[in-house]
């Protein structure tokens, strides 16, 4: 619980996060699902409105490092060491995207994370998938 409560302070204090509006959704044992909106000022393509693929890798990227900080067996910081995004379609216009990150393994240093984004079309299939893997420290037992 712990760990989450920091997950949620460290999103909401970061200036870069804000300024593309994201917002945590729900946080958990090493998942995390944030949001982010649709914003003319992100739009990567002006005659479709299709959100640039760095705001959507920006989005993952923070989702899978919330996931990471919100393991209870960690010390709560991460670093990107690698992400892999593959793109699989362009986000509707218009539309909120949502980042779903679960951190499903870890050793003495290493967080390896799977991510999904989707956007309010879910049927459609996903924006975009990830795997990655961001700095851990697991967290001295206390005896």
């Given at each position: ?101 679960v951190c ?34 697991r967290r001295?037992?206390?005896?």
């Amino acid at each position: 619980m712990q760990n989450q409560t920091i997950a949620r302070q460290v999103i909401e204090s970061l200036p870069f996060s804000q300024a593309l509006g994201m917002r945590l959704e729900e946080v958990g044992e090493g998942r995390a699902v944030l949001s982010m909106p649709w914003d003319a000022r992100l739009v990567g393509d002006p005659h479709t409105g299709v959100i640039h693929g760095g705001a959507v890798s920006a989005l993952m990227d923070t989702t899978a490092g919330t996931a990471v900080i919100a393991r209870g067996d960690g010390t709560g910081t991460t670093a990107t060491l690698d992400l892999r995004i593959d793109y699989m379609r362009p986000a509707r216009s218009g539309q909120r995207l949502r980042c779903e990150a679960v951190c499903y393994h870890t050793t003495r240093t290493v967080a390896f994370i799977r991510a999904t984004t989707q956007d309010e079309d879910a049927e459609a299939g996903p924006v975009a998938t990830a795997v990655g893997a961001f700095t851990f420290e697991r967290r001295e037992e206390v005896s």
